[in-house]
């Protein structure tokens, strides 16, 4: 029989059995007497213990003083009565640590023995220590008795028990320990500040000091001079202030308006006429069209008198659509719709929705399977896409819809071999979104409902190579880009668009190119059509998918002005709250977020709920960071619906005030550049040079030899070094510019450590810079333009970059050449300036101007007065030019003094301090780690350069040329 078979018996129960069991309010307490059962105190009298065995052992005692106190009772009213006060004789022990114990955990000590051994390594402890006066003649050797050390030497037990803070243990390497006192005084401050988190760039500091500290270390080892020690932390030194400097913030009345034609700042209404538009490029594409209608319908104006003239109400064609959503947006959190995908997936799991009727009766012979393809709905079978279109605005009640569009484009029509009928596809998924919106507005003139044009990522990217193997393979190019994003535009505005989105955007790149076929369409077309932009944070990282903050995606794309800007998809509302918020702080127009609900299950889909959805939505809301809130993937009609009914117990976010403006860059990091101090606590932007064929023989010999790999290696080096900005020229005869600037630029920005940073585009030839900044996802600056090409030509330039987003470096040159006295500096800087702000709308704020510093120290007299004309002109161009920024070569003006390093950095450091923190001097082309500050110069080398840089005395050049032998 096996063991399973056996029966358990129950064990007899008696009465105390079954009794229950009861909170233990004490440890079990001992019973040697009825001290502790009664919790007596203790009286701390310990000289009435006379039992003989105790009296023993005291007879036999060494201590000196036959009279010692034995005794430790305190005073009854020494101490309050209460926990967590104690006194001896009046208070059980027992009950202190019970109640001690049960409200926190205790701290013992930590190991004597370790204390005592890190007290021998600062302080003599050896045999001599140990015996102290009482032992010197002792027979044996008591060097670690430790013991022994509290009669020979109680100071030190003592002192170990009273240590701050208590800790006495630890795992280290004893060798290694250094006594406080040993340190250096920068050190120790940045010891302090790392370990106290005194500082927020403690971490970078010792990061710093580290690299030096390395650096020391193979110097020694190849017997070469120590490295220049690092400042450490500078003082930031105050910035040169302007009379526009202070003018005081006021209150934004709207979003910051584009400048593409004067239709936006004068808030004309739209037409709705779209046949009026007949620029030759939306003709040809109309052209093209697959529409079997030839006489289809692009016009939708409505009757003036319609609807009454005051908002809510909103006519086509009378009223500005810009101003409409003004209002709303400051009046209420705007609804905006819910994921199509979730609901062409809904439909099709009660209705048939297959291979047969994704082709319709229109496709039915098509050459590749179309299942999938959502966007052809609209055309096979429009009533499906027209009825989710009305759920979200009946059911949902969004105030706004977007197009059914999202891969209308004909790059990802590609993969259903559809590329000719992107223009349809656009055209009637928006005309469907139109004829639903009118349809419910018509049932409600008081709560019109928009048509917003969705243009998706496309399933190409600019920014990231396709190949593992080759950084710098591409599969899409901006141009195509640009071309596939036109002819989407088109297709939604005939099809009754209002509002045109970028949605999704998980590199920038992309969206940039859509952002240029808008500005390029609002320009033929002289429309104001309000842009909103929507990037995509993929991960908890807070980065797109090409690795951007979400500030640095603002920055690359703020230049388009526009009207809203948010994030959507990839994440569930709770995982993007702080991005939002961080996004909320710098944005300067108005703020959506349409997020998944949740994030996708192990089948692919979304588990949140219509009322957890809305919950988590409404840290949004309490936080006042949003006026328009929607839903993505796996958002429903009712999702959205529950979303509203939050929503509308808040206020929407009111627009941050209007304030000085600035430049403000971005890589895959952001960088204002008013704010930025260099290493040397200057206010300067450090423009590093070192990527740069004239700055570089290594630069310009791995650029010769194509090995763009190792090339990147400087760049990483100048941003290590305190480069903000990497500038990046490839001029040279011998080298083709054009395929060189695209190749550095397509690997650079897939190397983080690199592309973190901005970049200055650079070169004598204007397409080579543009080349460059089609492969830029952030906000550069071009280097350079200027009217010695003539003014056509300098506007032409300048409204390109100024579409592209990028700031824009001015040399002052004109027709009759290169300024060199500081009024021709002037004279052409602020000709430059009146152009481009007044005739080309360019933004100020991002205009460089670089008056040429030229050499000094040349032995011939018209030149000793450069270094002082361009630190003359800086100011007065800086007073006369508002917001504009003033930038040089700065090795040029040494440039007579080559091999020598440090007398070229010493006469940098001179004309810089002057320039920056006297002229208003903001940005410089530098080798960041060769830079001084003006203190470290020895007191003859600062006098002889400032009397070169002054041009101080007659014989400046002679006396540098003197000292430059020396070195």
Same mark, same amino acid.
């Given at each position: 029989?096996?063991?399973?078979?056996?029966?358990?018996?129950?064990?007899?129960q008696?009465?105390y059995?079954?009794?229950?069991?009861?909170?233990?309010?004490?440890?079990?307490?001992?019973?040697?007497?009825?001290?502790?059962?009664?919790?007596?105190p203790?009286?701390?009298?310990?000289?009435?213990?006379?039992?003989?065995?105790i009296?023993?052992?005291?007879?036999?005692?060494?201590?000196?003083?036959?009279?010692?106190?034995i005794?430790y009772?305190?005073?009854?009213?020494?101490?309050?009565?209460?926990?967590?006060h104690?006194?001896?004789?009046?208070?059980?022990?027992?009950?202190?640590?019970?109640?001690?114990?049960t409200?926190?955990i205790?701290?013992y000590?930590?190991?004597?023995?370790?204390?005592?051994?890190?007290?021998?390594?600062?302080? $003599?402890?050896?045999?001599?220590?140990?015996?102290?006066?009482?032992?010197?003649?002792?027979?044996?050797n008591?060097?670690?008795?430790?013991d022994?050390?509290?009669?020979?030497?109680?100071?030190?037990i003592?002192?170990?028990?009273?240590?701050?803070? @208590?800790?006495?243990?630890?795992i280290?390497?004893?060798?290694?320990?250094?006594?406080?006192?040993?340190?250096?005084?920068?050190?120790?401050?940045?010891?302090?500040?790392?370990?106290?988190?005194?500082?927020?760039?403690?971490?970078?500091?010792?990061?710093e000091?580290?690299?030096?500290?390395?650096?020391?270390?193979d110097?020694?080892?190849?017997?070469?001079p120590?490295?220049?020690?690092?400042?450490?932390k500078?003082? &930031?030194?105050?910035?040169?202030?302007?009379?526009?400097?202070?003018?005081?913030p006021?209150?934004?009345?709207?979003?910051?308006v584009?400048?593409?034609n004067?239709?936006?700042?004068?808030?004309?209404p &739209?037409p709705?006429?779209?046949?009026?538009l007949?620029?030759?490029k939306?003709?040809?594409?109309?052209?093209?069209?697959?529409?079997?209608?030839?006489?289809?319908?692009?016009?939708?104006?409505?009757? $003036?008198?319609?609807?009454?003239e005051?908002?809510?109400?909103?006519?086509?064609?009378?009223?500005s659509?810009?101003?409409?959503?003004?209002?709303?947006?400051?009046?209420?959190?705007?609804?905006?719709?819910?994921?199509?995908?979730?609901?062409i997936q809904?439909?099709?799991?009660? &209705?048939?929705?297959e291979?047969?009727e994704?082709?319709?009766?229109?496709?039915?012979?098509?050459?590749?399977?179309?299942?999938?393809?959502?966007?052809?709905l609209?055309?096979?079978?429009?009533?499906?896409?027209?009825?989710i279109?009305?759920?979200?605005?009946?059911?949902?009640?969004?105030?706004?819809i977007?197009?059914?569009?999202?891969?209308?484009?004909?790059?990802?029509?590609?993969d259903y071999?559809?590329?000719p009928?992107a223009?349809?596809l656009?055209y /009637?998924?928006?005309?469907?979104a139109?004829?639903a919106?009118?349809?419910?507005?018509a049932?409600?003139p008081?709560?019109?409902?928009f048509?917003?044009? !969705?243009?998706?990522?496309t399933?190409?990217?600019?920014?990231i190579?396709?190949s593992?193997e080759?950084?710098?393979a591409?599969?899409v190019?901006? %141009?195509?880009?640009?071309?596939t994003?036109?002819?989407?535009?088109?297709?939604?505005?005939?099809?009754?668009?209002?509002?045109?989105?970028?949605?999704?955007?998980?590199?920038?790149?992309?969206?940039?190119?859509?952002?240029?076929?808008?500005?390029?369409?609002?320009?033929?077309s002289?429309?104001?059509?309000?842009?909103?932009?929507?990037?995509?944070l993929?991960?908890?990282?807070?980065?797109?998918?090409?690795?951007?903050t979400?500030?640095?995606f603002?920055?690359?794309?703020?230049?388009? $002005?526009?009207?809203?800007?948010?994030?959507?998809?990839?994440?569930?509302?709770?995982?993007?709250?702080?991005?939002?918020?961080?996004?909320?702080?710098?944005?300067e127009?108005?703020?959506?977020?349409?997020?998944?609900?949740?994030?996708?299950n192990?089948? @692919?889909?979304?588990?949140?709920?219509?009322?957890?959805?809305a919950?988590?939505?409404?840290?949004?809301?309490?936080s006042?960071?949003?006026?328009?809130?929607?839903?993505?993937?796996?958002?429903?009609?009712p999702h959205?619906k529950?979303?509203r009914?939050?929503?509308?117990?808040?206020?929407?976010r009111?627009?941050?005030d209007?304030?000085?403006?600035?430049?403000?860059?971005?890589?895959?990091?952001?960088?204002?550049?008013?704010?930025?101090h260099n290493?040397?606590?200057?206010?300067?932007?450090?423009?590093?040079?070192?990527?740069? /064929?004239?700055?570089?023989?290594?630069?310009?010999?791995?650029?010769?030899k194509?090995d763009?790999?190792?090339?990147?290696?400087?760049?990483?080096?100048?941003?290590?070094?305190?480069?903000?900005?990497?500038?990046i020229?490839?001029?040279? @005869?011998?080298?083709?510019?054009?395929?060189?600037?695209?190749?550095f630029?397509?690997?650079?920005?897939?190397?983080?450590?690199?592309?973190?940073?901005?970049?200055?585009?650079?070169?004598?030839k204007?397409?080579?810079?543009v080349a460059?900044?089609?492969?830029?996802?952030?906000?550069?600056?071009?280097?350079?333009?200027?009217?010695?090409?003539?003014?056509?030509?300098?506007?032409?330039?300048?409204?390109?970059?100024?579409?592209?987003?990028?700031?824009?470096?001015?040399?002052?040159?004109?027709?009759d050449?290169? !300024?060199?006295?500081?009024?021709?500096k002037?004279?052409?800087?602020?000709?430059?300036? %009146?152009?481009?702000v007044?005739?080309?709308n360019?933004?100020?704020?991002?205009i460089?101007?670089?008056?040429?510093?030229?050499?000094?120290g040349?032995?011939?007299?018209?030149?000793?007065?450069?270094?002082?004309?361009?630190?003359?002109?800086?100011?007065?161009?800086?007073?006369?030019?508002?917001?504009?920024?003033?930038?040089?070569?700065?090795?040029?003006?040494?440039?007579?003094?080559?091999?020598?390093?440090?007398?070229?950095e010493?006469?940098h450091?001179v004309?810089l301090?002057?320039a920056?923190?006297?002229?208003?001097?903001?940005?410089?082309?530098?080798?960041?780690?060769e830079?001084?500050?003006?203190d470290?110069?020895?007191?003859?080398?600062?006098?002889?350069c400032?009397?070169?840089?002054?041009?101080?005395?007659?014989?400046?050049?002679?006396?540098?040329?003197?000292?430059t $032998?020396?070195?």
């Amino acid at each position: 029989m096996s063991g399973k078979d056996f029966k358990i018996h129950p064990r007899k129960q008696f009465a105390y059995d079954s009794i229950p069991p009861k909170a233990r309010l004490e440890p079990p307490v001992p019973t040697y007497n009825d001290a502790a059962k009664n919790h007596t105190p203790n009286p701390y009298l310990n000289s009435s213990l006379t039992h003989e065995k105790i009296l023993e052992i005291r007879s036999r005692s060494t201590v000196p003083d036959a009279n010692a106190n034995i005794d430790y009772s305190q005073p009854k009213d020494l101490y309050p009565e209460s926990f967590p006060h104690f006194v001896r004789g009046r208070d059980s022990v027992r009950e202190y640590i019970t109640s001690l114990f049960t409200s926190q955990i205790a701290l013992y000590d930590g190991a004597m023995g370790t204390m005592i051994q890190n007290y021998s390594k600062r302080n $003599k402890l050896e045999e001599e220590e140990y015996r102290g006066d009482r032992f010197t003649d002792w027979t044996c050797n008591v060097k670690g008795n430790n013991d022994m050390l509290s009669i020979t030497q109680p100071h030190v037990i003592k002192g170990i028990y009273k240590l701050e803070s @208590g800790m006495d243990v630890g795992i280290v390497n004893a060798h290694e320990m250094i006594h406080l006192d040993d340190l250096e005084p920068d050190m120790k401050v940045l010891c302090e500040n790392l370990v106290f988190n005194k500082t927020e760039d403690a971490t970078d500091d010792m990061l710093e000091r580290t690299k030096y500290e390395r650096a020391c270390i193979d110097a020694r080892k190849k017997n070469l001079p120590l490295p220049k020690k690092p400042r450490g932390k500078q003082v &930031n030194r105050p910035r040169k202030q302007f009379a526009y400097d202070s003018l005081p913030p006021k209150a934004r009345l709207e979003p910051p308006v584009p400048t593409y034609n004067d239709a936006a700042k004068n808030h004309t209404p &739209n037409p709705y006429l779209n046949s009026s538009l007949t620029h030759e490029k939306i003709l040809e594409i109309r052209s093209r069209s697959t529409v079997p209608d030839a006489n289809a319908n692009i016009d939708y104006s409505q009757p $003036k008198d319609l609807y009454p003239e005051s908002f809510p109400h909103f006519v086509r064609g009378r009223d500005s659509v810009r101003e409409y959503i003004t209002s709303l947006f400051t009046s209420q959190i705007a609804l905006y719709d819910g994921a199509m995908g979730t609901m062409i997936q809904n439909y099709s799991k009660r &209705n048939k929705l297959e291979e047969e009727e994704y082709r319709g009766d229109r496709f039915t012979d098509w050459t590749c399977n179309v299942k999938g393809n959502n966007d052809m709905l609209s055309i096979t079978q429009p009533h499906v896409i027209k009825g989710i279109y009305k759920e979200y605005l009946e059911v949902g009640g969004s105030n706004m819809i977007g197009t059914n569009t999202f891969s209308s484009t004909t790059i990802a029509m590609a993969d259903y071999e559809m590329e000719p009928y992107a223009y349809e596809l656009n055209y /009637i998924g928006a005309k469907l979104a139109r004829e639903a919106c009118d349809e419910v507005t018509a049932k409600d003139p008081s709560k019109p409902r928009f048509v917003v044009g !969705a243009l998706g990522p496309t399933n190409r990217t600019g920014s990231i190579s396709p190949s593992v193997e080759d950084p710098a393979a591409r599969n899409v190019t901006f %141009d195509e880009l640009v071309e596939t994003y036109f002819e989407q535009i088109v297709g939604l505005v005939d099809g009754g668009c209002d509002i045109l989105i970028v949605e999704t955007i998980f590199d920038t790149l992309n969206a940039k190119c859509a952002i240029y076929a808008v500005g390029e369409f609002l320009e033929f077309s002289g429309l104001d059509i309000p842009l909103f932009v929507s990037g995509t944070l993929v991960d908890q990282s807070g980065r797109t998918l090409s690795g951007q903050t979400g500030e640095a995606f603002y920055a690359s794309i703020r230049h388009s $002005k526009p009207m809203c800007v948010g994030l959507n998809c990839a994440l569930g509302a709770n995982h993007m709250a702080p991005f939002v918020e961080r996004l909320a702080k710098v944005v300067e127009c108005f703020m959506h977020v349409y997020s998944n609900a949740g994030l996708p299950n192990a089948m @692919g889909g979304y588990d949140d709920t219509p009322d957890t959805m809305a919950e988590q939505n409404e840290v949004f809301f309490k936080s006042g960071w949003l006026n328009m809130v929607g839903g993505c993937c796996g958002s429903t009609p009712p999702h959205i619906k529950r979303i509203r009914e939050a929503a509308s117990q808040y206020s929407p976010r009111v627009l941050p005030d209007e304030t000085r403006p600035k430049m403000w860059l971005s890589g895959l990091e952001d960088l204002v550049v008013e704010d930025v101090h260099n290493h040397l606590g200057m206010p300067f932007l450090n423009v590093g040079e070192r990527c740069n /064929i004239s700055g570089s023989i290594r630069f310009k010999k791995l650029m010769m030899k194509g090995d763009f790999q190792t090339a990147m290696d400087i760049a990483k080096k100048q941003v290590d070094d305190g480069a903000h900005v990497i500038d990046i020229n490839v001029d040279d @005869g011998m080298l083709d510019g054009l395929a060189a600037m695209q190749k550095f630029v397509k690997i650079a920005v897939t190397e983080p450590e690199v592309a973190k940073v901005p970049f200055m585009l650079d070169a004598s030839k204007f397409d080579i810079v543009v080349a460059g900044m089609k492969w830029c996802q952030g906000k550069s600056i071009v280097n350079s333009i200027s009217l010695k090409v003539g003014e056509d030509l300098f506007k032409a330039h300048a409204k390109l970059l100024k579409k592209h987003g990028a700031a824009v470096v001015v040399m002052a040159f004109d027709e009759d050449g290169q !300024a060199a006295t500081a009024s021709e500096k002037v004279r052409i800087c602020k000709r430059s300036y %009146d152009i481009l702000v007044n005739e080309v709308n360019f933004p100020p704020e991002d205009i460089v101007f670089d008056p040429n510093v030229l050499t000094i120290g040349t032995g011939m007299e018209e030149h000793a007065n450069y270094g002082v004309d361009f630190i003359n002109a800086t100011k007065t161009i800086r007073e006369q030019c508002p917001y504009a920024k003033i930038s040089g070569g700065i090795s040029n003006l040494s440039f007579g003094f080559r091999g020598v390093m440090k007398i070229r950095e010493s006469i940098h450091s001179v004309f810089l301090h002057h320039a920056i923190l006297e002229s208003g001097m903001d940005v410089g082309i530098v080798n960041a780690h060769e830079m001084i500050h003006l203190d470290d110069l020895e007191p003859d080398m600062k006098v002889l350069c400032e009397n070169l840089v002054f041009n101080k005395t007659e014989d400046a050049t002679d006396d540098m040329l003197e000292r430059t $032998k020396y070195e």
